[in-house]
């Protein structure tokens, strides 16, 4: 019970500080981590009260979606997806991809709460390619991690059909690269292998940065060797030090 009080009363004195702050963008960073954890905390209402001070739309919209999340998790899945669908008609209002954060939140958020279909939705309606991809990657990640490999299957397939263009390459790599340690941790190293592989046909594309390039095939070489790939590593590092030079 003293750690409970102790901890409202370090949250009451963290929100009077946040709201000290002049700088918008700190001030929507700070309020946000404070609602975040009022929501970890159980404390929802207020948690929502502190996320409807955010004017940054963007910051209060993974605000919100971080208190849907936890919403899910205490088993208020009806609650939890009016806060979902709040969230996300508030990250609508940011017309840049700066949201892209709030949207991965919120996906995540919506799949794990077994709202798959409007998850999918989510990345449906993202004109950024970079954005969407992160979003598909998050949502097959978890769904993956719930057990439900077929259709992690499927939506990671969805986010390698989209076009990386000339300066999307990298990100498309970074994120398969993330995709494989993930699967790796959760026992699929046959999987995180061949999404390993896929990382090094869409890293080769890479044209416009080759420092880039190789540092993204040196974490590859990493990767491969954690995994045991050892001479598969070396035929990948090798390829980044041509490409270094």
Same mark, same amino acid.
Not at 3 to 8: F, P, Q, T
Not at 57 to 75: H, N, P, S, W
Not at 186 to 214: C, F, H, M, S
């Given at each position: 019970?003293?750690?409970?009080?102790?901890?409202?009363?370090?949250?009451?004195?963290?929100?009077? *500080?946040?709201?000290?702050?002049?700088?918008?963008?700190e001030k929507a960073k700070a309020l946000r981590e404070i609602a975040a954890v009022l929501a970890r905390m159980g404390q929802f209402d207020e948690a929502l009260k502190v996320a409807?001070?955010?004017?940054?739309?963007?910051?209060?919209?993974? !605000?919100?979606?971080?208190?849907?999340?936890?919403?899910?998790?205490?088993?208020e899945k009806e609650r939890a997806k009016e806060v979902f669908e709040y969230a996300l008609k508030v990250a609508e209002r940011d017309v840049t991809d700066a949201k892209g954060k709030?949207?991965?939140?919120?996906?995540?958020?919506?799949?794990?709460?077994?709202?798959?279909?409007?998850?999918?939705? *989510? !990345?449906?309606?993202?004109?950024?390619?970079?954005?969407?991809?992160?979003?598909?990657?998050?949502?097959?990640?978890?769904?993956?991690?719930?057990?439900?490999?077929?259709?992690?299957?499927? *939506?990671?397939?969805?986010?390698?059909?989209?076009?990386?263009?000339?300066?999307?390459?990298?990100?498309?790599?970074?994120?398969?690269?993330?995709?494989?340690?993930?699967?790796?941790?959760?026992?699929?190293?046959?999987?995180?292998?061949?999404?390993?592989?896929?990382?090094?046909? *869409?890293?080769?594309?890479?044209?416009?940065?080759?420092?880039?390039?190789?540092?993204?095939?040196?974490?590859?070489?990493?990767?491969?060797?954690?995994?045991?790939?050892?001479?598969?590593?070396?035929?990948?590092?090798?390829?980044?030090?041509?490409?270094?030079?």
């Open positions: 019970a003293k750690e409970k009080v102790r901890a409202k009363e370090v949250l009451e004195h963290a929100l009077k *500080v946040a709201e000290k702050i002049e700088w918008n963008g409807e001070r955010i004017i940054e739309d963007r910051r209060k919209a993974e !605000a919100l979606a971080a208190i849907a999340t936890e919403l899910t998790q205490t088993g709030a949207l991965v939140e919120i996906a995540t958020g919506l799949t794990q709460a077994g709202e798959l279909e409007q998850a999918l939705k *989510v !990345a449906e309606g993202i004109k950024w390619a970079h954005v969407k991809l992160e979003v598909l990657v998050a949502i097959a990640q978890s769904l993956a991690q719930m057990g439900e490999r077929k259709q992690a299957k499927e *939506v990671f397939d969805k986010a390698l059909e989209i076009p990386e263009g000339k300066w999307w390459a990298g990100w498309k790599a970074e994120a398969l690269r993330k995709i494989a340690v993930g699967l790796a941790q959760a026992g699929e190293r046959e999987w995180a292998k061949e999404i390993l592989e896929q990382a090094l046909k *869409v890293t080769e594309r890479i044209e416009n940065d080759p420092t880039y390039k190789a540092d993204a095939l040196v974490e590859i070489a990493e990767k491969l060797s954690q995994m045991g790939e050892k001479e598969w590593a070396e035929e990948v590092l090798g390829q980044a030090l041509m490409v270094a030079e």
